[in-house]
Nanobody, 123 residues
Framework: QVQLVESGGGLVQTGGSLTLSCAAS????????MGWYRRTPGRLREPVAS???????YYPLSVEGRFTISRDGAKNTVYLQMNSLKPEDTGVYYC?????????????????WGQGTQVTVSS
């Protein structure tokens, strides 16, 4: 069974930094897109950042310039460096990975989610 293990959340003051990591393990043939979502108070889960296997990245305007996503293909791990954090960044951050399990179907991707890690930014 595929597992996504997240780490790096915590409490930080406004303007501070945190780095989240998410390691995927299990019977993985190939990973396509890796990314992060968050659920903030009063809002639905929203995308924060994503990175393709070709290292093409996406950020919404709310985090662009402050957050940086990267991945280590050898370790099946994705990172989210968060700088200049604001109280509105507070929420639960979820790792999201699209991957193929079977070499016979290399383009058949399924989506997996991490358990979530809490990020709290104090004002």
């Amino acid at each position: 069974q595929v597992q996504l293990v997240e780490s790096g959340g915590g409490l930080v003051q406004t303007g501070g930094s945190l780095t989240l990591s998410c390691a995927a393990s299990g019977p993985i043939f190939r990973i396509n897109v890796m990314g992060w979502y968050r659920r903030t108070p009063g809002r639905l889960r929203e995308p924060v950042a994503s990175i393709t296997s070709g290292d093409i990245t996406y950020y919404p305007l709310s985090v662009e310039g402050r957050f940086t996503i990267s991945r280590d293909g050898a370790k099946n791990t994705v990172y989210l460096q968060m700088n200049s954090l604001k109280p509105e960044d507070t929420g639960v951050y979820y790792c999201n990975v699209d991957l193929a399990l079977d070499s016979r179907y290399p383009q058949k991707f399924t989506t997996w989610w991490g358990q979530g890690t809490q990020v709290t930014v104090s004002s």
